[in-house]
């Protein structure tokens, strides 16, 4: 069974950083394609980065983030990572990570970090 487990959310004022780690225990990362995603009450669940190993640790991100995060991966460690640059008070919401094997689609949730950007 795989466990992830998020870490470094936080409050923040707006223009700040944060560091958000994913680290997952169980299975060996390589051949999952990782992700962030965040949540807000009373909102679907979106897609703020992915990473996936095939085509060189190829990234997408949302547009509403572009510029300002980065995500990155670590496959020795087994861990995904979200740098948070430039922060907005948009960006406040519960952050999860999330893999799926590239293969047979089995998909994973970590519990979720908060992340609050004040004005």
């Known amino acids: 069974q795989v466990q992830l487990v998020e870490s470094g959310g936080g409050l923040v004022q707006a223009g700040g950083s944060l560091s958000l780690s994913c680290a997952a225990s169980g299975r060996a990362l390589s051949n999952y394609a990782m992700g962030w995603y965040r949540q807000v009450p009373g909102k679907e669940r979106e897609l703020v980065a992915s990473i996936t190993p095939w085509s060189g640790d190829s990234t997408n991100y949302a547009d509403s983030v572009k510029g300002r995060f980065t995500i990155s991966r670590d496959n020795a460690k087994n861990t995904v990572s979200l740098q948070m640059n430039s922060l907005k008070p948009e960006d406040t919401a519960i952050y999860y990570c999330?893999?799926?094997?590239?293969?047979?689609?089995?998909?994973?949730w970590g519990q979720g970090t908060q992340v609050t950007v004040s004005p």
């Open positions: 999330r893999i799926e094997h590239l293969t047979f689609h089995n998909v994973y």
